[in-house]
């Protein structure tokens, strides 16, 4: 897949007659737990939009993205846990300060906990999947998409002190399970590193904001410019709404 010329993205906010062709997707993308309706609504309206503008909207099965379990396990092992969880404390060390329960959350204490069973065969494997997977997401846009649109979060917007908050009592295994849930649509792209755009997409019944996101293949991210001035453009009454707790309700 060569990769494009690279030009200026500004010229990409003019929407112009270009048209793509989308894969759509709100599985589950392996999690066990449903996402809500709500969500899938807000991108099955983006999705209809876009048909109606003339872009070709296909919704594809997660098997024909990806082996995102696998995506999962590689990710906690060789990006998240090995890595933070032996960083962490130099740079606290670095820092002069001694880490304590009082001073750190539960959940970095035990991202650092288990890091100290992970082996350096345990980092190479999860290095190969990762590279495996990364392959699997070349093989999908071969089939000939511009664009993926998902749901940003697999959640609407949790309470401060949920289980998602790093102050969470639940084991770190269970922690990073439950997190992975909420990021399922996120992380892949984190892994494989693929450009992704999020987009505002309405709000839910507490009046927290819903988005929607956009995949692009490498290097693409010209097209997820483009695609987000098109909605802009037809939607701006989204790009200006402002949840009852924003910034600007602070002065």
């Known amino acids: 897949m060569p990769y494009p010329n690279a030009g200026s993205l500004i010229a990409e906010l003019a929407p112009s007659a270009r048209r793509f062709k989308i894969a759509v997707s709100t599985a589950n993308w392996s999690r066990t737990d449903s996402v809500p309706q709500v969500l899938k609504d807000a991108v099955q309206r983006t999705a209809d939009w876009l048909a109606d503008e003339g872009h070709q909207v296909d ?14 396990r590689s990710f906690k092992v060789a990006n998240w846990v090995a890595p933070l969880g032996r960083w962490i404390p130099y740079m606290a060390e670095a820092a002069g300060v001694t880490m304590t329960t ?27 999947v990762s590279a495996a997977t990364t392959r699997q997401w070349g093989l999908f846009w071969e089939q000939g998409y511009d664009l993926l649109l998902t749901p940003t979060l697999a959640d609407t917007c949790p309470p401060v002190e949920s289980d998602y908050a790093l102050s969470s009592g639940l ?34 019944e507490n009046g927290c904001p819903l988005g929607v996101q956009f995949y692009g293949p490498w290097a693409r991210e010209a097209d997820l410019i483009h695609i987000a001035a098109i909605l802009e453009s037809g939607h701006p009454d989204l790009f200006s709404q402002l949840a009852p707790l924003n910034v600007r309700a602070f002065g």
């Open 171 to 204: 084991p770190f295994d269970a922690f990073f399970d439950h997190s992975l849930d909420l990021c399922r649509y996120t992380l892949p792209a984190n892994d494989a590193g693929l450009p992704a755009i999020s987009i505002p997409a309405g709000q839910d």
């Open 59 to 72: 919704h594809v099965p997660e098997s024909r993205i990806c082996e995102f379990e696998q995506v999962y």
């Open 102 to 128: 009082a001073n750190t959350s539960p959940q970095t204490l035990g991202l650092i906990e288990a890091a100290r069973d992970i082996s350096l065969d345990d980092f190479l494997t999860a290095m190969e």
